[in-house]
């Protein structure tokens, strides 16, 4: 197992101020609904309908976009979704893309790969945009810098970009979109991810809270070609623009108390030339529907149910391990509860099937979830999964094997608890449980096990 | 546990075969060693009306992944032992309708809500319920989630700086509440929170609820 060091207090105080607020502005946003727990149910049932039709909604996405002017394309792995669209930025011949914020990219690497292609990638999130002037990646799934104060965001930007320092949240934004609209109005290739893909009208669903989502798929420029293209999941695809709607209700209040983002941005495909009624919006729309792990959750009953997560990232701000550890610990672009069931189907490294073991499986994700994905229990299952694999060393099995065989005859457990108590005594015991001992107490040995109490007085 | 329901009539039985219920085995993810110990269960308890124990997380193993754990890989098996088996709170408020059991205790008592029985079982009215009925005892609500307090079995020791924080946290939470216990109804949050209490040299002392309506403490 490798370790999930916690974070310094004064971290862990920032943190935990942000993700409680987040809480806090949920909890006042769903007691507005008398039957929140039938949207739930609701929005868990469209999911499930949508994951276990995945293929015939999909096709019929493609169709209805394809339709619409929409180039859809099927990849299978991040290597291939990265490789289409620097094929894209060379075609146009640009050094330089707007992003809207996009967990999916961050999932395939994609600014790395156009890095290595000459091309730059530049964040439009505030927060994404921060986080990229400083070089991490985001530390929660919709809140890439929830981690930083006012006071460090101040100093990022003064030390970046040489401007003088505030603290003052209006003029940060001021000084970022000062930056940002310089690129925006010059950019010809916008890339963003979609919230939800919608099979029945071929659209998709994009929300954000700046409006640099809409900036980075309609590219105001005017010379030359423009080009949006959005990469997103398999399992985004909802069958109704009804359906969607629903989610969306649930989405932004779910995270963080909003009943909406300020930005629901509906893309039904390219700029219509025909009527020469349309002014802006890009001339081509590439859609590219990723899978990079997903049919492998797909086919697993077990791990199915995590595909129908909308991202709102409500499971990290409840979780008592993320408010501890904080996102970058995971060492995962897919951190949280959520995303230490994701991590291991994604990607098989020791790292990642070391996730769903930094749990303390209180299941406080599975209460919050506007899914209702049992995030817990998938947990447990990627834990068996891990065991099977053989990412549980060699003499843990041994030594569970050893416990199952000393439960299994009551005179070796009896044995067992006798020689631990006797003749090891607590000293020893308790260096043995160092890890334990080193920051906690261990309870006192009692005189005599319940068994023998027992034995001298049933039920007294 | 075993005294109270005695007391109410109950006779009560201690198989001395029995060992563990195979949970730590499960959590690990490895479902062969905490199977073995499963069927051991269902064998030993089978015979029983009804079985009680004073743990959330044993009875949530029971009954709410014994179906699964012990099915055949094409869906959950059928094990009528886990609609028998309840936790003490549970068993005394649900089963028996039994409230007050004639306990008394002059002590301001917190609650600390242990994750199975809150969250697996959905057990949070029944402990109240016979707290409130005991004889001068005051019960102050923790105000911290209900957060956990950060054992999560073997996870306390495979990640335990951040396992220390939450026991840390907890355990401030305790101590704003200026109770002079901590009560729960599972052992291995009350080993977890009493040996952050000792070792940041706390007043506060942990106690099982069936200690306290037993009249053990």
């Known amino acids: 197992m490798m370790p999930l060091p916690a974070l310094d207090s004064q971290r862990r105080a920032t943190l935990g101020r942000a993700l409680n607020l987040a809480l806090d502005k949920r909890r006042q946003s769903v007691a507005q609904f008398p039957d929140w727990e039938a949207m739930r149910q609701r929005a868990h049932d469209i999911r499930a309908g949508a994951v276990e039709r995945l293929d015939e909604y999909l096709d019929q996405f493609e169709r209805a976009a394809t339709a619409n002017g929409i180039r859809v394309v099927r990849v299978a792995t991040a290597e291939e979704a990265c490789r289409y669209v620097a094929a894209i930025a060379k075609r146009l011949g640009v050094t330089t893309a707007v992003k809207a914020k996009s967990m999916v990219t961050e999932e395939i690497h994609l600014n790395h790969a156009l890095e290595a292609e000459g091309i730059r990638a530049m964040e439009t999130d505030l927060g994404e945009y921060i986080a990229q002037l400083c070089g991490q990646p985001p530390f929660h799934l919709t809140a890439p810098i929830v981690h930083l104060s006012r006071d460090e965001v101040g100093r990022i930007l003064a030390d970046k970009l040489g401007v003088p320092f505030t603290n003052d949240p209006t003029r940060l934004t001021l000084i970022a979109r000062d930056v940002m609209r310089r690129e925006f109005l010059t950019a010809r290739l916008g890339i963003s991810g979609a919230n939800f893909c919608v099979a029945e009208s071929g659209s998709l669903m994009l929300v954000t809270n700046e409006g640099n989502g809409r900036m980075c798929t309609t590219l105001p420029a005017k010379d030359g070609p423009r080009v949006h293209v959005a990469i997103t999941g398999i399992e985004k695809v909802v069958p109704t623009l009804k359906d969607a709607a629903h989610l969306l209700r649930l989405l932004a209040r779910s995270g963080s108390g909003m009943r909406l983002t300020a930005y629901t941005t509906l893309i039904n495909g390219p700029r219509k030339r025909a009527g020469g009624d349309e002014s802006t919006g890009p001339d081509e729309v590439h859609v590219l529907l990723l899978d990079n792990g997903r049919r492998s959750m797909l086919r697993d009953p077990h791990l199915r149910e995590a595909l129908y997560c909308i991202r709102c990232g409500a499971c990290s701000n409840v979780c008592p391990v993320y408010h501890r550890a904080g996102g970058h610990a995971y060492q995962s672009v897919y951190n949280g509860p959520i995303g230490s069931v994701w991590s291991p189907a994604l990607w098989n490294t020791e790292r990642a099937a070391t996730l769903p073991f930094a749990s303390s499986l209180c299941g406080a994700c599975a209460d919050i979830c506007p899914v209702k994905i049992d995030i817990h229990h998938a947990l447990l299952w990627q834990r068996k999964l891990a065991a099977d694999r053989g990412r549980v060393p060699l003499w843990q099995r041994l030594a569970w094997r050893a416990w199952r065989i000393g439960m299994s005859w009551p005179a070796l457990y009896r044995f067992g608890s006798a020689a631990a108590r006797k003749l090891v005594g607590p000293a020893v015991l308790n260096r043995l449980a160092k890890p334990w001992t080193a920051t906690r107490d261990l309870p006192p040995l009692a005189a005599k096990t319940f068994r023998e109490l027992w034995k001298e007085h049933p039920a007294e | ?217």
């Open chain 2, 1 to 217: 546990m075993a005294r109270i329901l005695k007391r109410l009539g109950h006779h009560v039985e201690y198989p001395a075969e029995q060992t563990c219920c195979g949970q730590p085995a499960f959590n690990a993810g490895l479902r062969a060693e905490a199977a073995a110990l499963a069927k051991r269960f269902v064998r030993i308890f089978d015979r029983f009306d009804a079985v009680v124990a004073p743990s959330g997380s044993c009875v949530a193993m029971v009954r709410n992944f014994y179906p699964e754990l012990l099915g055949d890989g094409r869906g959950p098996a059928r094990v009528p032992l886990a609609g028998r088996t309840f936790e003490f709170s549970e068993f005394l408020v649900d089963r028996l309708n039994v409230t007050d059991l004639g306990a008394a205790f002059n002590e301001r008592v917190t609650y600390h809500d242990s994750c199975h029985l809150l969250r697996e079982l959905r057990v949070q009215e029944q402990p109240r319920r016979l707290l409130r009925a005991v004889k001068g005892l005051e019960l102050v609500e923790l105000n911290d989630g209900p957060a956990c307090c950060g054992f999560g079995g073997v996870f306390s020791v495979k990640f335990p700086e951040v396992s220390t924080v939450m026991a840390e946290d907890k355990v401030a939470a305790i101590e704003r509440t200026g109770a002079r216990y901590v009560v729960a109804g599972d052992g291995g949050c009350l080993m977890h929170i009493g040996g952050m209490l000792t070792r940041r040299g706390s007043k506060v002392r942990p106690l099982h609820l069936a200690e306290l309506l037993g009249g053990v403490a």
